[in-house]
T-cell receptor
Framework: AQSVTQPDIHITVSEGASLELRCNYS??????LFWYVQSPGQGLQLLLK??????LVQGIKGFEAEFKRSQSSFNLRKPSVHWSDAAEYFC?????????????FGSGTRLSIRP | SQTIHQWPATLVQPVGSPLSLECTVE??????LYWYRQAAGRGLQLLFY??????ISSEVPQNLSASRPQDRQFILSSKKLLLSDSGFYLC?????????????FGAGSRLTVL
């Protein structure tokens, strides 16, 4: 069974600073990996996804993530954060192309932006 | 285009009362359907998922149940609510296949059990 760990519960960064949110997964085969964002009072929005191919994936709002199989990680990065990036971020892992399409989420990382 | 509807949006229920949350998807067929619960500090917990009518996989043993009576309808139920059932319940869908597995979420149902 797959699992996801987001070790940072809450991170605060200054506006304009770089950001890295950590995500580690456990899954026996090649996973499908996702990052979602949930802004206050809003639903969950997909930031980016990895299925195969290039291990560095680009997403919306200037975010990117890198799949590192050797480290079982899929960390989310942004070179310069904006105040509007304050939100909760969730990493998720899917079981890949399968009829049993179970998708498991991490516990989330809340991002605060310091003016 | 596909849309997902979830209701009710908010409800307050006494302990021991029944629960029924409904989710429907429009504009697609044979979706995979999911129920998640979001509780403070616990992220999104997968409760149930379904790959077809009458096919339900349960992830967390508890007093909740799910049913899929029609292709695009997914219902979350309880016969007797507990205080610990309070939370934000999200329905979501995907399509099976390569490049799929991207969840689209409903707006959610906030349940408070008193």
């Amino acid at each position: 069974a797959q699992s996801v760990t987001q070790p940072d519960i809450h991170i605060t960064v200054s506006e304009g600073a770089s950001l890295e949110l950590r995500c580690n997964y456990s899954y026996g085969a090649t996973p499908y990996l996702f990052w979602y964002v949930q802004s206050p009072g809003q639903g969950l929005q997909l930031l980016l996804k990895y299925f195969s191919g290039d291990t560095l994936v680009q997403g919306i709002k200037g975010f990117e993530a890198e799949f590192k199989r050797s480290q079982s990680s899929f960390n989310l990065r942004k070179p310069s954060v904006h105040w509007s990036d304050a939100a909760e971020y969730f990493c998720a892992v899917g079981a890949g192309y399968s009829s049993a399409s179970k998708i498991i989420f991490g516990s989330g990382t809340r991002l605060s932006i310091r003016p | 285009s596909q849309t997902i509807h979830q209701w009710p949006a908010t409800l307050v229920q006494p302990v021991g009362s029944p629960l029924s949350l409904e989710c429907t998807v429009e504009g697609t067929s044979n979706p995979n359907l999911y129920w998640y619960r979001q509780a403070a500090g616990r992220g999104l917990q997968l409760l149930f998922y379904s790959v077809g009518i009458g096919q339900i996989s349960s992830e967390v043993p508890q007093n909740l149940s799910a049913s899929r009576p029609q292709d695009r309808q997914f219902i979350l139920s309880s016969k007797k609510l507990l205080l610990s059932d309070s939370g934000f319940y999200l329905c979501a869908w995907t399509l099976m296949g390569v490049g799929a597995n991207v969840l689209t979420f409903g707006a959610g149902s906030r349940l408070t059990v008193l």
